[in-house]
């Protein structure tokens, strides 16, 4: 008997994004031949797509839409272009009657599926699942108000249930449909006795103290928060920022400053770090800078990697990261987004690591083992039983 397909539409197809889908088709293919249909967009073929070997999984096709994201990290798709991604949707499912439909992302096209007529590919679709990888809105501002209100109507037209990566929302049902809580999970060889090798290759000596920001470096992910704080903390010179990932053009001016101030303190990857060197990159650091913004709405792929190192992070107290910090001992958590506040959180975690690294090892690994791949493959795994 032949099983039946399994479409997941996901045009974004970059980032925290690709990854989450690489997550699922890896727990569908450790149980199951299910044949996978991809729904994207035409510039989809990128480094990250073939490192994590999506386009080499045996029975995944790929689908394309008329649409691409001209070079853009990542975007909000328009009614035209949600347009254009459904008709794919209906080719597919007409290809492959009787096939579930999961939105990836759905955070991306969430106003133009909640206002999207009913068409031929909701008719066909067996079942229908929507990933939400941004954390329910929780504010009571009006673009709150919206996100929920969009949700929900979205889930009511499609009758599809709701996949979030927020446990705050565990017993709850949106649009009469129960809430699926998954971990945002980690895979890899991430552990802290990569330390010694890391810091050597990354030129760290065992003495320094290093603070480590990675990924894109924007206004969301707090980078002007961590450039002005670093002012004040790289003053002593033992302690080092180690700066991973490209930066937002308007902050170059800054980071430049900054290394002319401290040229010896300072370590920027400014490239796309591989999958393979990701472990050394954390083993490295002692601690993890999260000063997320408030407009920063998501899970946090660096969290339970930095936890899994064994490496304690420093975050801001909204969001859900924020919350995970405080509600499972990850660190230490600051109430407020300005820089001294960030300074004196470093400042005290280079004192404390000394005291409570035991403690917050065991913190770090409880965090790390709960948001493991095999603990998102229990959860995810149900939802595409066969």
Not at 118 to 128: D, E, F, G, N
Request: glycine letters at 6%.
């Amino acid at each position: 008997m032949t099983e039946r397909a399994l479409i997941l539409v996901e045009p974004i197809f970059r980032g925290s994004r690709l990854q989450v889908l690489a997550n699922v088709i890896h727990v569908v293919r450790c149980h199951s031949q299910r044949p996978i249909v991809i729904v994207t967009r035409r510039d989809y073929r990128t480094d990250h797509a073939v490192q994590l070997g999506i386009l080499s999984i045996p029975q995944v096709h790929i689908l394309c839409a008329d649409t691409c994201l001209g070079g853009a990290w990542n975007k909000k798709l328009s009614r035209a272009e949600f347009v254009q991604v459904t008709q794919a949707i209906a080719s597919a499912c007409e290809l492959n009657p009787g096939a579930d439909v999961v939105f990836m992302a759905l955070d991306e096209y969430l106003v133009p599926l909640a206002f999207a007529k009913r068409t031929s590919w909701r008719i066909a679709a067996r079942r229908v699942v929507a990933f939400k990888y941004r954390v329910w809105a929780d504010g009571r501002g009006f673009h709150d108000h919206l996100n929920r209100a969009a949700t929900s109507i979205a889930l009511s037209r499609t009758s599809g249930e709701l996949v979030v990566f927020d446990e705050r929302l565990r017993g709850t049902r949106i649009a009469g449909q129960p809430v699926h809580i998954v971990p945002d999970p980690w895979f890899g060889l991430f552990n802290a006795e990569l330390r010694s090798e890391a810091r050597a290759r990354f030129g760290f000596s065992e003495e320094d103290f290093v603070a480590l920001t990675i990924g894109f470096q924007d206004a969301r992910k707090g980078f002007p928060l961590v450039l002005a704080a670093s002012e004040r903390a790289l003053r002593d010179s033992g302690r080092k920022l180690f700066i991973v990932g490209n930066i937002k053009e308007e902050f170059k001016p800054r980071l430049l400053a900054l290394k002319a101030k401290f040229p010896a303190q300072i370590v920027h990857l400014d490239r796309f770090v591989e999958e393979g060197e990701l472990p050394y990159v954390f083993a490295a650091a002692d601690v993890t800078l999260l000063p997320y913004a408030k407009s920063f709405t998501a899970s946090s792929g660096v969290l339970p990697r930095s936890c899994a190192s064994s490496v304690p992070v420093i975050a801001c107290s909204h969001g859900l990261v924020g919350y995970r910090a405080r509600t499972y001992d990850l660190g230490i958590v600051i109430n407020t987004d300005c820089p001294s506040a960030l300074a004196t959180a470093i400042d005290q975690m280079s004192v404390e690591l000394g005291t409570n690294r035991t403690r917050w090892a065991r913190s770090l690994s409880q965090f790390s083992q709960a948001t493991s791949l095999r603990a998102f493959e229990e959860s995810v795994w149900p939802l595409f039983h066969d």
